[in-house]
């Protein structure tokens, strides 16, 4: 039941014209400077899907080349590449 819940929230929020992603899926990012140090691979990210807001941040799954899994990350946290 929460699988069907999650999918039409996500859908509701993907479908908002209010909500407005800095990046698209398939762009190509760095971590932001300016963000909290986290143990992450240095180097470019890829976009794999634009989540909904959290707490009045939009974020993001991410994926390195040079890691074997995908991250979730906060808009500010993320600059183009």
């Known amino acids: 039941m929460d699988d069907?819940?999650?999918?039409?929230?996500?859908?509701?929020?993907h479908e908002n014209p209010t909500v407005n992603h800095r990046f698209g899926i398939g762009d190509m990012v760095r971590l932001s400077?300016?963000?909290?140090?986290?143990?992450?691979?240095?180097?470019?990210?890829q976009i794999v899907a634009q989540l909904p807001e959290r707490e009045g941040e939009l974020q993001y799954?991410?994926?390195?080349?040079?890691?074997p899994y995908q991250r979730i990350m906060k808009e500010d946290e993320l600059e183009p590449a």
């Open 4 to 13: 069907i819940n999650t999918g039409t929230i996500m859908r509701e929020i």
């Open 33 to 45: 400077r300016t963000g909290p140090l986290r143990n992450a691979a240095p180097g470019l990210y």
């Open 61 to 67: 799954r991410v994926k390195s080349e040079r890691e």
